[in-house]
């Protein structure tokens, strides 16, 4: 037995409802991207992150101790020399050749930008060190 419609209704798609959301997204999206986007090329797409402080004083930190310091300017420095970041991965090599412990702290200050510390946490965990610890300092 055949069943036929009798009143056969038109296959039409509402695209008013898919406008609504596409616009949606547009205004969504334009208004993301510029609270993350600036005009100043240093701060293009970056995030404002604030870094804990450190858990104790700097002069109690263990002596067996390699440390990475980054100051607020972003400057690199090897216990009290300072290093480019292109010789730090030979030069901890070196240091930690010639140490029994081999951990590393990486003192960075508060102001520094994420990238900057990335890197240079990149370059530590390549290097022989077995235990990498992390400070900030004010």
Do not use: C, W
Request: glycine share 2%; hydrophobic share 50%.
């Amino acid at each position: 037995m055949i069943f036929r419609l009798k009143s056969k209704a038109p296959h039409v798609m509402e695209t008013i409802a898919f406008a609504d959301i596409v616009i949606n997204l547009f205004v969504f999206f334009f208004i993301t991207f510029g609270l993350f986007a600036t005009f100043d090329a240093a701060k293009r797409g970056t995030l404002p992150i604030e870094l804990p402080k450190v858990q104790y004083p700097a002069k109690d930190a263990p002596e067996n101790h390699l440390i990475v310091m980054i100051d607020r300017k972003g400057l690199l420095y090897l216990g009290p020399h300072r290093i480019p970041l292109s010789k730090l991965k030979a030069t901890l090599n070196h240091e930690l050749s010639l140490r029994k412990e081999k951990n590393v702290v990486i003192r960075a200050h508060r102001t520094i930008s994420l990238d900057r510390f990335v890197s240079v946490l990149d370059v530590v965990r390549t290097t022989k060190a077995k235990a990498v610890s992390i400070e900030t300092e004010l």
